[in-house]
């Protein structure tokens, strides 16, 4: 089940995302998660357009239970399958 606490642990295809630069501090993107690769995420915007953005120096603001969790680029540059098996039971 995913909650605020593990949710970097968790599958995060579908869900909504609001992208944030941390040099700038400006918002690059926002949409729903498509893809995800170990270093980017793919992201359907509300204009129809596929965007790829780097997971690196970027916080994303993910959608979950109508609150935004804030989760850290550079702690989820793993490959999918390798980022949800790193949970603690």
Known sequence: MRTPGN?????????QVR??????????AM???????????TILSGKGRRLTIPK?????FFKLCGADVAV?????VFRPEERT????P
Request: net charge neutral; glycine share 12%.
């Open 85 to 88: 098996g790193r949970i603690d």
């Open 72 to 76: 850290d680029g550079d702690s989820i």
């Open 56 to 60: 690196h120096n970027k916080r994303f």
């Open 19 to 28: 992208v944030v630069d941390l040099r700038s501090g400006s918002t690059m």
């Open 7 to 15: 949710l970097a642990y968790h599958e995060l295809l579908g869900l």
């Open 31 to 41: 949409g729903r998660v498509v893809w995800e690769t170990r270093n980017t995420f």
